[in-house]
């Protein structure tokens, strides 16, 4: 794949991994181990009264055994009972099957120091091994997968050739549903200063595509001034939309990605929208539309 359809699955996986919580993550989870591991890798899922068996999933090959966990929804004490409970009693129904115990989590800040403490303390009674597996563990299994199983996961996205052959046919769309949104506040019209991206503390797959997008910032500048109404109702759609996402205290590449679905719209777009999409979002961050001139926005990118 190339750095830019590389790019947009790094923002969709960094994405889904941080919005993703409690049943939803964990099946989340299951889905991309089942196409990283067809046929080796077993969803479990509660069955009456005997549950799971303290058991989130198991790939046969590797001897691998899943807890999924959402450590930052639990308090330190819960977090430790359910590890706890969740270790021993996995032991008497699989620990003939399983090699190695994996602590499957979803915070990308990282793990508590008593949860820390408790998995090193766990593995160093064992066997079997206790290994923590988070952000990167997981990141590095999807991309893993063929670009088809990709695609099946997150949807379709533009490759550098969707974004050169883009032309305002496919522009229009775009600009018509941002333009019907509800407009807020009033134009900042100083110029954007040149290391905008490092201010906001976007990480180096936005800028890739914000790059990407800055190639067809000229078809964009046609279309206003053939339309030339259009430019201060859109742009004040998306400074709405920005100030909306900020006030959720998200990451800078979280916002971005809502900025994306938002100049997108709903569904799975084409990636002759997607294309589009990104260039009127770099348009309005080279206009200084979205994104701060100075210092950064709250969250880590």
């Not at 639990?74 to 699989?94: F, N, V």
Request: a negative charge; glycine letters at 6%.
């Amino acid at each position: 794949m190339d750095d830019v359809e590389r790019a947009f699955r790094e923002l969709q996986f960094k994405t889904a991994y941080l919005e993703k919580k409690g049943n939803e993550f964990q099946d989340w989870f299951a889905t991309i181990m089942e196409k990283r591991f067809p046929g080796d890798f077993i969803r479990v899922r509660p069955w009456g009264k005997a549950g799971d068996r303290k058991n989130d999933g198991y790939v046969r090959s590797k001897r691998w055994l899943f807890q999924v966990y959402a450590p930052n929804d639990m308090s330190a004490k819960a977090a430790l009972a359910k590890i706890d409970e969740d270790y021993t009693g996995a032991l008497p129904c699989w620990q003939e099957y399983f090699d190695t115990w994996i602590f499957m989590h979803n915070s990308k800040l990282g793990l508590g120091p008593d949860v820390a403490a408790k998995l090193v303390e766990l593995d160093g009674a064992g066997p079997p091994a206790v290994v923590a597996w988070g952000f990167e563990e997981l990141r590095r299994i999807v991309f893993e997968l063929k670009v088809a199983e990709l695609a099946s996961l997150f949807g379709p996205v533009p490759q550098k050739r969707d974004i050169v052959n883009l032309g305002l046919e496919s522009l229009s769309p775009v600009l018509d549903h941002i333009s019907a949104m509800e407009p807020s506040l009033e134009p900042d019209l100083r110029p954007p200063p040149a290391d905008k991206i490092d201010r906001n503390m976007l990480s180096e797959h936005v800028a890739i595509l914000l790059k990407a997008g800055m190639t067809r910032v000229d078809l964009v500048r046609k279309y206003f001034r053939v339309q030339p109404g259009r430019r201060d109702e859109i742009a004040e759609s998306f400074r709405h939309r920005y100030d909306e996402v900020r006030s959720d205290s998200l990451s800078p590449d979280e916002t971005f990605a809502a900025l994306q679905r938002h100049a997108a719209g709903d569904g799975v777009p084409s990636p002759s929208r997607q294309s589009a999409a990104l260039a009127v979002l770099a348009f309005f961050f080279e206009e200084c539309d979205i994104f701060e001139r100075e210092g950064v926005q709250g969250g880590t990118a």
